[in-house]
């Protein structure tokens, strides 16, 4: 059940090699799946999606958006996707919420500013440089700020990747090549260990979406630690009745053994709805 994590990086030619890839294993590509998803949880057209991951959408639009609940529901379906396995994920940040899965191999696919602009200006048939230019740097600036909001990250940190492969030098098919190579090595197989540290991901941002989802939970703000399906929730609530509503909405998951509760009752009410109400919205 291969999963491989990689980058998107306009112009690098990472969506050659993840196609070449998949094909060489027989394995599926991640598509619209997480954009479908995010979409639908979200009440947002799939378009409103795509902009604001590329950093064109508009004040307002931004405003308007909650995108701490957005990284929340693509955590949500990377997870889901990645323990069905047998599947390359390019993007959506993939390779830093698998990293600590030991099986999954993280890898950045790179190319030199000037290549990334010819390939925008033959992509687009466009003598245009500067508009090309203009646009790989938007794009490179949008991944940067969602990677580091998201995760506290520096996107081009090489630290964060098993592999950095350089298209400028290294053709798709020699990129293909190395990644196979990378991925049948012992360190990357996956062990009993590793597949529960999946499923331990997987379930707790499950959780997560679900407590969003419910009109009655939608505010409350906790920890979620999951491990073989007995579930600890750990952190502060309002009252007793916001203590037993989350405990309810956690049962009901799918693949939730047990829960665990360990949810706290803030002493002052009126200092905890006031805090509350001034968490900023993509904090």
Excluded at 152 to 165: K, T
Excluded at 262 to 276: E, G, N, V, Y
Aim: with cysteine; charged share 30%.
């Amino acid at each position: 059940m291969p999963v491989i994590a990689m980058t998107q990086e306009m112009g690098s030619l990472a969506k050659d090699v993840a196609l070449k890839l998949a094909s060489a294993l027989d394995i599926e590509v991640m598509r619209n799946e997480v954009v479908d998803h995010v979409s639908a949880k979200m009440a947002l057209p799939k378009s409103a999606v795509r902009r604001l991951r590329e950093g064109k959408a508009g004040f307002l639009e931004r405003l308007k958006t909650d995108r701490k609940i957005m990284a929340l529901y693509t955590a949500e379906e990377v997870f889901e996707l990645a323990n069905r396995g047998n599947v390359v994920l390019r993007g959506w940040g993939a390779t830093c919420l698998l990293r600590p899965v030991p099986h999954v191999p993280c890898v950045r696919i790179t190319s030199s500013f000037e290549k990334r602009v010819e390939w925008l200006m033959s992509s687009l048939e466009t003598e245009d440089r500067d508009f090309a230019a203009s646009e790989i740097r938007r794009s490179d600036e949008a991944h940067a700020s969602r990677m580091h909001q998201q995760f506290g990250v520096s996107w081009g940190d090489p630290v964060l990747y098993d592999m950095v492969l350089n298209t400028d030098r290294v053709s798709v098919d020699s990129c293909v090549e190395q990644i196979i190579l990378l991925s049948r090595r012992p360190e990357f197989q996956e062990t009993e260990e590793s597949r529960a540290v999946l499923a331990n991901m997987t379930l707790e941002a499950r959780i997560h979406a679900a407590i969003k989802d419910n009109a009655a939970t939608r505010d409350t703000h906790i920890t979620v630690e999951a491990r073989n399906g007995e579930v600890a929730l750990l952190g502060i609530v309002l009252d007793a009745q916001e203590r037993a509503r989350t405990e309810q909405v956690v049962t009901e998951v799918p693949g939730v053994a047990g829960v665990d509760n360990q949810l706290r009752l803030m002493t002052s009410q009126k200092q905890f709805m006031s805090a509350k109400h001034h968490i900023p919205r993509d904090a």
